[in-house]
């Protein structure tokens, strides 16, 4: 047991030094904890001996992972994902598997691995595409939103994909019809089930338990694991069960205090199934694998972002925006692992299928993950070959780009509207300012014009997009935005379609200042400077003399 000890003790520290190196490189953690599970199994030191509980370990982390899949999955989103979020998300995912398919039937694989890879191959993984887009504060942009639309549509995918094959086992002796049958039956009994639960029961339990933040988790887990276990008696999978755990309280108000909880554990369970999964790889036998991997690797990285962007611009949106989502996609998931994973349980396919399969995830991650972070320049370079997916007139996105009021004649064109950028066009229009807003957020946009405000949609990183708007009669451009790179490409594009009025932009630094001057800003705002000394003034109107006090 002290050994065991040892081991896990070994394994935690070597993790959080491999993750610190995948920090400073920009890589996701997966990337990091599947190496120190090759480093520490069989193909490399071989000092892990505590397989079975390491396994333990790492089903719990699936478990839990899809159970805050299908924690944030709630009604009333499913209702409201967009036709054009749905559209993609079905297009990318039948293309990239019948694609994927023909590929790796050509690759010389037998049918059913093929078809396990090609399905494998269609899943984008969600936890990383929004931490990117977090870090670049993208989530709440218009391809930002789209992305997360069709990564919902992949995480409902991977689940019935998994429920099909966990059924398909168990009926494996009956006939296509009756198997058919069998899976549709099982799916209605098991939505019966949670609906009724939902209904009848978890509403009032939930209200007994939210008296105790500390059961309120344990009984998440427990309600995960329990029915996890269920979903395998019943003929499904594990993972299936725990998926329809977390979606029978999705529509509770306690959902996103149970997901904030979780998010820790299921990171730290997820990080033995990535060691597992490291050490488990035979290196040795994966050399035949390597061409494949890269091949199938290409696809990934180039193909699925090109469905993307053709879904996209067929659909009516311009290529910048098909561009940026369609890089969300050139990468899969810890899904598609864990896909290929239980098919090996199931008999389907083998060791080899999980290791090219895990090959193409390293590769396609790390290299997706510097893409999207450098998703602008990359576009820039690449603009001028795009122009086959954007129709003549984008119809969708200038839709979201009209507003009741176009704002031609504004004095004032302001970029960024958040907190801060909201309330200053909002003062400006009460007095009277004809003012325009510029944002990249369609619901800020919506939720301002409701508000007889001049919106449009769009990016301040677009350098061509200035050319849109009425720059000849504006007295001011003013950016909110706090990003001294977004306010030097906005400087700069200005200066480029030939600005004469003046521009004010926000800088929470003095070096961000002086480098802003320097590029050619008029003002330059400081938001929290101006806001203390504001809150002085009023407080200091409410105090007694600085001399009576003395």
Do not use: C
Not at 317 to 333: D, E, H, N
Not at 434 to 449: A, H, I, K, S, T
Not at 459 to 464: F, I, N
Not at 506 to 521: I, N
């Amino acid at each position: 047991m002290e050994t065991v000890f040892y081991e896990f003790a070994s394994l935690l520290l070597a993790s959080a030094l491999a993750g610190l190196i995948a920090v400073r490189l920009r890589q996701p953690l997966i990337v990091a904890f599947i190496v120190v599970g090759i480093l520490a199994g069989p193909s490399a030191f071989d000092w892990v001996q505590a397989h079975d509980q390491i396994d333990l370990l790492a089903q719990f982390g699936v478990t839990v992972l899809l159970f805050v899949v299908g924690l944030k999955l709630d009604l009333h989103l499913v209702r409201h994902i967009g036709p054009v979020a749905l559209a993609t998300g079905l297009g990318q995912l039948g293309f990239t598997i019948l694609f994927g398919f023909l590929l790796a039937l050509g690759l010389d694989m037998e049918p059913i691995k093929a078809l396990y890879v090609a399905v494998a191959l269609t899943f984008s993984s969600t936890i990383i595409i929004v931490k990117l887009l977090s870090d670049k504060r993208e989530i709440d942009s218009l391809h930002g939103r789209i992305a997360m639309g069709f990564l919902i549509v992949q995480d409902i995918a991977v689940v019935v994909a998994m429920m099909a094959v966990g059924t398909l086992q168990s009926q494996a002796d009956a006939g296509l019809l009756a198997t058919l049958l069998g899976i549709v039956a099982r799916l209605i009994a098991a939505f019966v089930l949670v609906a009724l639960l939902m209904r009848y029961v978890l509403p009032r339990l939930m209200a007994q338990l939210a008296r105790s933040q500390e059961l309120l988790l344990i009984f998440a887990i427990a309600w995960g694991t329990g029915f996890a276990a269920l979903g395998e008696i019943a003929g499904f999978s594990r993972e299936v069960g725990a998926f329809l755990a977390g979606f029978s309280l999705a529509s509770t108000q306690y959902r996103e205090a149970i997901s904030a909880r979780l998010t820790s554990i299921r990171d730290f369970m997820l990080l033995f199934f990535f060691i597992d999964l490291g050490a488990k790889l035979e290196l040795s036998a994966l050399g035949s694998e390597l061409g494949a991997a890269a091949v199938l690797s290409l696809f990934v990285l180039i193909g699925n972002p090109l469905i993307v962007m053709a879904i996209m611009g067929y659909m009516g949106y311009r290529k910048r925006t098909g561009f940026m989502a369609g890089l969300t996609v050139a990468q899969i998931s810890e899904f598609s692992i864990i896909f290929v994973a239980m098919g090996i349980t199931l008999g389907h396919v083998g060791n080899e299928a999980l290791g090219l399969v895990t090959l193409v995830g390293l590769v396609t991650i790390a290299l997706s993950t510097y893409m999207i972070l450098y998703s602008q320049p990359l576009y820039e370079r690449m603009a001028p070959w795009l122009n086959v997916f954007e129709r003549r007139d984008p119809h969708r996105e200038r839709l979201v780009e009209q507003g009741h009021k176009h704002g031609e004649d504004a004095q004032v064109i302001v970029f960024g509207l958040g907190r801060y950028g909201s309330r200053l066009i909002g003062n400006l229009h009460e007095r009277g300012y004809e003012v325009l807003g510029v944002d990249f957020d369609p619901e800020v946009v919506r939720d301002l014009r409701h508000h007889g405000i001049a919106v449009r949609y769009g990016d301040a990183e677009d350098m061509d997009f200035p050319e849109s708007l009425p720059l000849s009669g504006a007295s001011w451009v003013v950016s909110t935005l706090p990003q001294l790179k977004l306010n030097l490409t906005l400087l700069h594009a200005l200066s480029q379609h030939g600005f004469a009025g003046k521009v004010a932009v926000t800088a929470h630094h003095d070096s961000d200042a002086r480098q802003l001057r320097k590029a050619g800003a008029n003002l330059v705002l400081d938001p929290f400077s101006n806001a203390a000394d504001f809150a002085v003034l009023e407080l200091s109107g409410n105090l007694a003399p600085a001399a009576a006090t003395a």
